[in-house]
């Protein structure tokens, strides 16, 4: 286990990784944002808010992932 830096500096570059390896994912798949939020049930809103590496909650996350094929693992390489 390790510690937490002093500042929250690394949390938003960790968020836009996720964001970007989403969108990555959806554009080699020939998918759109349209297609992605309404399989993922969840808002075009949030949706746009995860691929630009704003904060969301784990289950947008989980829900997205499954949708993509992609494993929570692969979003943070």
């Known amino acids: 286990m390790r510690d937490l830096p002093d500042d929250d500096q690394w949390l938003p570059e960790r968020l836009r990784a996720i964001g970007a390896r989403f969108r ?11 297609q992605v939020w309404m399989a993922a049930r969840v808002t075009r809103w949030t949706y746009q808010r995860v691929e630009s590496g704003q904060d969301c909650n ?6 997205i992932a499954w949708v993509l094929d992609v494993s929570l693992e692969e979003l943070d390489e």
């Open 58 to 63: 784990l289950s947008t996350l989980l829900r």
């Open 24 to 34: 990555e994912e959806r554009l080699r798949q020939n998918a759109t944002q349209d």
